[in-house]
């Protein structure tokens, strides 16, 4: 896949345009879902999300690119399922109940424990891939890196979204799960209204998933 190549982009920019949306949160949730060109029109916005996330400039976007691309993004959370997922689920709660670990290791494996009977084998790492697709298309709008960039790491990560995940709800349950494990306020829930969009997604005759002839659902 070469999205450099403008009859492949053209082809692809339905499903990336999804994949963006799910990046978004907050009450602009669906304004953005139903009119995706405006996720990246205000250069003010686009700061204001890197700054939220802690990528200040070109070189700490292309150290967070260059993590996902690795697959190192998935080390944490896959050492953390692999010990609970020997446990049996007497174990895990006996575990869980016990340990005394930061505020915010604890909240990980508490998300780790509630999902692992629902994910994919690939775990979080749609999450991740998504996440860089739409750094990668803020960090052009900025000017952090080229289009060429730009398109070359979405062109190996979009790949291994395809090939991890069987359907259009697999991957929004890990992007649910994804924004549980790394929520800032420690929250085993999603905003509402990033809930109900996932739901609408899923569900509306007017989801722009149906535009993306990828997966059923």
Same mark, same amino acid.
């Given at each position: 896949?070469?999205? &450099?190549? %403008?009859?492949? $982009? ?6 990336? &345009? ?14 953005? /879902?139903?009119?995706?060109? $405006?996720? *990246? ?6 700061? +204001?999300? *890197?700054? +939220? ?8 976007? /292309? &150290? *967070?690119?260059? =993590? ?13 399922? &692999? ?7 007497e174990e895990r709660s006996?575990f869980l109940r016990l ?18 009977? +629902? ?14 697709? *739409? ?19 979405? %062109? ?22 994804? +924004? ?6 420690? %929250? $085993? ?13 899923? /569900?509306?005759? $007017? ?7 990828? =997966?059923?659902?």
């Amino acid at each position: 896949m070469d999205l &450099n190549v %403008s009859v492949d $982009r053209e082809q692809w920019t339905p499903f990336l &345009n999804v994949i963006n949306s799910l990046c978004i949160v907050g009450e602009n949730t669906e304004y953005f /879902t139903m009119n995706p060109e $405006r996720i *990246f029109s205000s250069s003010y916005s686009c700061k +204001q999300i *890197f700054t +939220q996330y802690g990528i200040e400039d070109a070189e700490s976007l /292309t &150290n *967070f690119l260059t =993590w996902v691309k690795d697959d190192s993004c998935c080390e944490e959370y896959e050492e953390i399922r &692999n010990r609970l997922s020997v446990m049996s689920q007497e174990e895990r709660s006996a575990f869980l109940r016990l340990s005394k670990l930061a505020p915010e290791k604890m909240h990980r494996l508490h998300v780790v424990n509630d999902s692992i009977m +629902q994910m994919p084998s690939s775990g979080i790492k749609g999450y991740y891939y998504g996440l860089s697709i *739409f750094y990668a298309y803020i960090g052009e709008t900025l000017k952090y890196i080229d289009e060429k960039d730009k398109w070359d790491h979405i %062109s190996l990560v979009l790949p291994k979204i395809l090939a991890s995940y069987a359907s259009w709800r697999e991957l929004i349950h890990v992007f649910q799960v994804g +924004q549980m494990y790394h929520s800032s306020t420690l %929250s $085993r829930d999603i905003p509402v209204y990033n809930k109900n969009m996932m739901i609408k997604l899923l /569900t509306s005759p $007017r989801s722009p998933i149906l535009k993306t002839g990828v =997966w059923s659902s």
